[in-house]
């Protein structure tokens, strides 16, 4: 994957910011190699959210562990 980041230390509209190691985001998860898949399966993020439109999971499905909802 490209552009994956952790979000921690994102400032919070009512003061203090987001804890480091809980929310990490990226691009679209429809490019992952099979070894991309391992790595993901063998990393702590737990459950994956597509913000993409129905349209374009359709014509990019996301590839993933099956391990991962």
Known sequence: MHNVRAT??????????????V???SDALSSLTP?????LAASPIGVIVD???EQ???SAPDVH????P
């Open 8 to 21: 921690g230390g994102t400032p919070l509209r009512g003061g203090g910011s987001t804890r480091p190691d």
């Open 23 to 25: 929310l990490y985001r």
């Open 35 to 39: 070894a991309g898949v391992e790595e």
């Open 51 to 53: 913000f993409r439109t």
């Open 56 to 58: 374009e999971r359709h």
């Open 65 to 68: 562990p099956d391990s991962r």
